[in-house]
Structures are given as C-alpha cells and as structure tokens.
Nanobody, 119 residues
Framework: QVQLVESGGGLVQAGGSLRLSCAAS????????MGWFRQAPGKDREFVAA???????LFSDSVKGRFTISRDDAKNTVVLQMNSLKSEDTAVYYC?????????????WGQGTQVTVSS
C-alpha cells in the first residue's frame, strides 16, 4: 500500500502561480512514476504531468511550457509547479503513482486538492 497526501492548493488570480506537493508513504519502493491528474466540475479526470524515478517527464499539451514537475525520492515527494495559470486550470488535482510514466492505470491516488483560478 502507498498513501498519498497532497497540499498546496488554493485560490489564485489568472497569470499567477501555485505549487502543489504530494508526500508518499508506505511501500514507496514501488512508486516508479509519480504524477498529477485533475478533474474539473462536470468533466472526466485527465492526466496533467508525471515524472519517473529516473527523471523522465511527461506533460499534457494543455500545461506544457507552464507547469513543471520534480520529485525528491529521499523525501518521497513530488512537486507540481504551476505558472501562468488560466481559469481553465481550475480543478481538483490528484496525486497518483503508477508503474509506467504514461500512468495509464494508477495504482494509488491521493484525496485531491482544490485549485481555483479566478479570471
């Protein structure tokens, strides 16, 4: 089992920045890829970004160039730095872990943290 706890969400104006963190505990040796998904009201959950244990990264087209992702395996944390935020980035953001970078079937999820971008 892996437990994931997100933090760092909140309210920000369009054009601003937020930093989301996710701390993993439990069987963290299995966390090959750590990443983020988001779900806006009335929409399906969608992939945002992921990073492998070896530092390879993957981003959705909608956030590429605005968001960065990093991880600290010594602390079992992954950080999503979100810049140039837009109103369409408003969603609940979920941390997840998976065996592959594409995170097709995440095995564990966090409880989610709300990000609201005001225009």
């Amino acid at each position: 089992q892996v437990q994931l706890v997100e933090s760092g969400g909140g309210l920000v104006q369009a054009g601003g920045s937020l930093r989301l963190s996710c701390a993993a505990s439990g069987r963290t040796s299995t966390t090959y890829a750590m990443g983020w998904f988001r779900q806006a009201p009335g929409k399906d959950r969608e992939f945002v970004a992921a990073i492998s244990r070896y530092g390879s990264t993957l981003f959705s087209d909608s956030v590429k160039g605005r968001f960065t992702i990093s991880r600290d395996d010594a602390k079992n944390t992954v950080v999503l730095q979100m810049n140039s935020l837009k109103s369409e980035d408003t969603a609940v953001y979920y941390c997840a872990v998976d065996a592959t970078l594409h995170m097709a079937r995440p095995a564990y999820w966090g409880q989610g943290t709300q990000v609201t971008v005001s225009s």
